[in-house]
């Protein structure tokens, strides 16, 4: 009896040490583990929310579960508008950042947008945006200045037009409300003899059901994300068009300069990791959101030459060039003809090689 006993007690402490062994393992683990907030403007489905789950995934991969990525989906934290200022002032650590909305802050940046035509595939498309982020003087520390550092980038679907009304060409397009974000774009549009008009997105598909607008000019996602085909059945596809701009996840700069070393190293992987899956998931959501579309009483008209020069040799083209130089110039940015001019160079090379 005495003999059970003993044994009885030793099993117990063998017991205990193995689970109190294994909390001080857990809860070590759980000290070592980062978590890093992430803001965006996305919900977490669809073209660009499947975007920045992959990155979301190969980061915490990445890192062997040193990092763990909590994401706050469709502005639940920080709105898109206000994002360059959430990221900088650590609202967020990290946030999917359009750098359409900051030409103020980041001027240089601001440049992207005067290119209308842009490689078709989705590496040619990455490649051209890197390629700017690494030699264009002047445009990483526009966002070192606002405390913040790229870690990812992923480009959009090409650019549709799409219309509650047929049109077949860029001639028809004349007298038509059209609606565009881009301070740019509505030059060109007018110059066309369209009337451009800007309003929120979220108005877009009431605005065109209800012909207070006609037309709307957009990527392809966002047309099918938000269902708009149903009221703008009559598609001119564009896809020599791109967003110009890439879409941006950046860090809070000071948050990434407090991660060890290791954890730093594991960006950059997770990174390539990303890229390489979304760029197989690319062109199987451009087959699907065309195929999604065509289901409906859609029709869908391929953009003719004659079309692409309406739009791309339009003298609005050149007054913007014109008006961004003299913009910029006054903000301060040296040799901006020669930093824009790098910049197209390096487009074009990316569309020369697809020819």
Do not use: C
Request: hydrophobic share 40%; aromatic share 10%; no cysteine.
């Amino acid at each position: 009896m005495k003999k059970r006993v003993t044994i009885q007690t030793i099993i117990f402490f063998a017991m205990a040490i193995s689970v109190l062994g294994f909390a001080f393992s857990t809860s070590q683990v759980m000290a070592q583990q980062i978590t890093l907030t992430f803001a965006t403007n996305t919900p977490p489905s669809g073209f660009k929310g499947e975007a920045e789950i992959i990155f979301i995934e190969e980061l915490e991969k990445a890192s062997g579960g040193k990092i763990k990525v909590k994401p706050f989906w469709a502005e639940s934290l920080v709105t898109l508008g206000e994002m360059l200022k959430g990221v900088a002032d650590g609202i967020a650590d990290m946030g999917q950042l359009n750098i359409a909305y900051y030409p103020t802050q980041m001027p240089i940046n601001s440049g992207f947008l005067l290119f209308d035509q842009g490689p078709v595939g989705y590496m040619a498309k990455i490649r051209a945006y890197k390629k700017i982020y690494k030699e264009i003087p002047g445009i990483n520390e526009e966002l070192e200045k606002n405390n913040q550092k790229i870690v990812y980038m992923y480009a959009s679907t090409p650019i549709i037009m799409a219309f509650n009304r047929p049109v077949k060409n860029m001639s028809q397009i004349k007298g038509l409300k059209v609606r565009t974000p881009s301070r740019y774009a509505m030059f060109v549009l007018k110059a066309l003899g369209a009337e451009p008009v800007n309003l929120p997105w979220g108005d877009v598909y009431m605005a065109m059901q209800t012909n207070s607008i006609q037309g709307v000019i957009g990527n392809m996602d966002n047309i099918h994300r938000t269902k708009l085909y149903e009221v703008a059945p009559h598609m001119l596809m564009m896809d020599k068009l791109w967003t110009p701009i890439p879409f941006l996840i950046t860090i809070n700069k000071k948050k990434w300069e407090s991660l060890p070393e290791e954890v730093k190293q594991s960006f950059s992987k997770a990174a390539a990791n990303a890229e390489a899956r979304f760029a197989d998931r690319y062109n199987k959501w451009v087959k699907t959101i065309i195929s999604d579309i065509q289901k409906g009483k859609t029709t869908i008209t391929t953009a003719s030459k004659a079309d692409y020069d309406a739009w791309l040799k339009s003298p609005a083209q050149q007054q913007n060039h014109a008006g961004w130089i003299k913009s910029v110039t006054a903000a301060g940015v040296k040799e901006p003809e020669r930093l824009i001019a790098r910049m197209e160079a390096i487009v074009k090379e990316e569309i020369d090689k697809e020819k």
